[in-house]
């Protein structure tokens, strides 16, 4: 099967300009996370989908970071405006379920903050 | 929330020789803990799980056992060879969430 996809791989923006990520989970999957992981350091989850529905936002600073899966399928991360400590890799990652079973990462995209 | 600290945070071995990489977490109610391997400018890979009904659980060379009293668990990597250089990652997880170690550079010696 195909794996988690996400573009764009790298992107170097000035601060307070606005990015946005995409991903497209592996098929069948219903559950979608975003991570956070900052060099040197674990993923940090920043929300999580299931189907089209948040179950859990609790760690995404919302004054700056929204993330959408309109229909389910694929989601956006957008940040706007951007800070020099948002520099690091956005994960997407997906899980056929969304109780305690193996996530499947995605490429990563790095991001890099002037 | 769940905290998960992890020991040690670089580890180098000689390449035949065993690797242990320990974690404790703070959620009596997490019930998953799997273990991700990523290498350098690559995503992070499943390499073994382990859930709260069972105590060990080995996959060839690499086996995690878990102990829910003293919530710590531990990754065992034997007869190491230099692809095992990577960073590791342990994550404890209750309903829904992952919640991820800090990481253990692993570097083997050849």
């Known amino acids: 099967e195909a794996g988690v996809a996400q573009s764009p791989r790298y992107k170097i923006i000035e601060k307070r300009q606005s990015v946005a990520f995409w991903c497209n989970p592996i098929s069948g999957h219903a559950t979608l996370y975003w991570y956070q992981q900052i060099l040197g350091q674990g993923p940090k989850l920043l929300i999580q989908?299931?189907?089209?529905?948040?179950?859990?936002d609790s760690q995404l600073p919302k004054d700056r970071f929204s993330a959408e899966r309109l229909k389910g399928v694929d989601s956006t991360l957008k940040i706007q405006p951007a800070k020099l400590e948002d520099s690091a890799v956005y994960l997407c990652?997906?899980?056929?379920?969304?109780?305690?079973?193996?996530?499947?990462f995605g490429p990563g995209t790095r991001l890099t903050v002037l | 929330g769940e905290n998960v600290e992890q020991h040690p945070s670089t580890l180098s071995v000689q390449e035949g020789d065993s690797a242990v990489i320990k974690c404790t977490y703070s959620d009596s109610a997490s019930n998953y803990f799997p273990w991700y391997k990523q290498e350098l400018g690559k995503r992070p890979q499943l390499i073994i799980d382990?859930?709260?009904?069972?105590g060990e659980k080995k996959d060839q060379r690499i086996a995690v056992t878990l102990n829910k009293t003293a919530k710590h668990f531990s990754l065992h990597i034997t007869e190491t060879q230099p692809e095992d250089s990577a960073v590791y990652f342990c994550a404890a997880t209750g309903a829904n969430n992952l919640f991820f170690g800090t990481g253990t550079r692993l570097t083997v010696i050849p």
């Open positions: 989908f299931q189907n089209n529905g948040v179950v859990d």
């Open positions: 382990i859930r709260s009904n069972v």
């Open positions: 990652a997906s899980s056929r379920t969304g109780g305690p079973a193996e996530q499947f």
